[in-house]
T-cell receptor, first 110, second 118 residues
Framework: RKEVEQDPGPFNVPEGATVAFNCTYS??????FFWYRQDCRKEPKLLMSVYSSGNEDGRFTAQLNRASQYISLLIRDSKLSDSATYLCVVLSGGYNKLIFGAGTRLAVHP | DTGVSQNPRHKITKRGQNVTFRCDPISEHNRLYWYRQTLGQGPEFLTYFQNEAQLEKSRLLSDRFSAERPKGSFSTLEIQRTEQGDSAMYLC????????????????FGEGSRLTVL
């Protein structure tokens, strides 16, 4: 079983839609959680951290459920520029070792 | 440009040849990571350096792979006797030590070195 699992998608949504991505992780000792964004043929970049109490950054909301080992990302009012792959990321063990999920592809169309 | 720099950006080689990739991290970052990414997958952790010390290696890193960071600045990743299964994007990332104005989840990635083994 992979340490971080995501639905690969693709999610094809119209502009303005709300879309949600889910992710599960297997290591209950995992300490911190993040969402990264990766554009086609580009390097991954940090989108946002995921806090236990849930957190919001503009149109993006991240939630963490430690009991279920489940992380989510909600994107409201989707823009064409949101089209990318969204990587669920877990901090595992020491040394800031980030474990990446396979990513969920989002395509926003006009 | 003060970001993470990797070269070469692309490398095509024949099976059995050796290849070496170089990574220059952001100058004040003492942590350096190598990841490998194949199509449709997320980056897979390969190895981690803190300054010049290699502190962790993945089981993915077979004995054909070796990484160094001799002076705690740039790093090299060498693959000996390449196989077709080594074809991938090799990503380098760097970060500040945690607790020093750093978000512990933020790795700064280079654009990667794409390896194609024929």
């Amino acid at each position: 079983r992979k340490e971080v699992e995501q639905d690969p998608g693709p999610f094809n949504v119209p502009e303005g839609a709300t879309v949600a991505f889910n992710c599960t992780y297997s290591n209950s000792a995992s300490q911190s959680f993040f969402w990264y964004r990766q554009d086609c043929r580009k390097e991954p970049k940090l989108l946002m951290s995921v806090y236990s109490s849930g957190n919001e950054d503009g149109r993006f909301t991240a939630q963490l459920n430690r009991a279920s080992q489940y992380i989510s990302l909600l994107i409201r009012d989707s823009k064409l520029s949101d089209s990318a792959t969204y990587l669920c990321v877990v901090l595992s063990g020491g040394y800031n070792k980030l474990i990446f999920g396979a990513g969920t592809r989002l395509a926003v169309h006009p | 440009d003060t970001g993470v720099s990797q070269n070469p950006r692309h490398k095509i080689t024949k099976r059995g040849q050796n290849v070496t990739f170089r990574c220059d991290p952001i100058s004040e970052h003492n942590r350096l990571y190598w990841y490998r990414q194949t199509l449709g997958q997320g980056p897979e952790f390969l190895t981690y350096f803190q300054n010049e010390a290699q502190l962790e290696k993945s089981r993915l890193l077979s004995d054909r792979f070796s990484a160094e960071r001799p002076k705690g600045s740039f790093s090299t990743l060498e693959i000996q006797r390449t196989e077709q299964g080594d074809s991938a994007m090799y990503l380098c990332a760097s970060s500040l030590p945690s607790g020093r104005y750093a978000n512990t989840g933020e790795l700064f990635f280079g654009e990667g070195s794409r390896l194609t083994v024929l």
